[in-house]
């Protein structure tokens, strides 16, 4: 069955970087749209990025983008996000997602925090 598993969240200082990694399993990963979505205290679930097949096109929320780097790495079956200059309102439990909300991980949580 499908399986998607992030790593990586943690508790990280205002300014910081922290890299989060989402090993697929269970389906074809290389012709999927991968994405990563969030879910910060007491909100929904909102989209962050997302990345094409190929690698060719991304796609990011305002608030993260030139922050935040989506990439995967199709022989690997892994999608990353690398999260830079990272704030506060970061903090939430983010989320692998297979296309836009296929399937979805169990989530990571990341806390940014002084």
């Known amino acids: 069955q499908v399986q998607l598993v992030e790593s990586g969240g943690g508790l990280v200082q205002p300014g910081g970087s922290l890299s989060l990694s989402c090993a697929a399993s269970g389906f074809d990963f290389s012709p999927e749209l991968m994405a990563w979505y969030r879910q910060p205290p007491g909100k929904e679930r909102e989209f962050v990025a997302a990345i094409t097949a190929r690698s060719d096109l991304t796609y990011y929320h305002d608030s993260v983008k030139g922050r935040f780097t989506i990439s995967r790495d199709n022989a690997k079956h892994m999608l990353y996000l690398k999260m830079n200059s990272l704030k506060p309102e970061d903090t939430a439990v983010y989320y692998c997602?297979?296309?836009?909300?296929?399937?979805w991980g169990q989530g990571t949580p990341v806390t940014v925090s002084s």
């Open positions: 997602s297979r296309g836009r909300g296929a399937n």
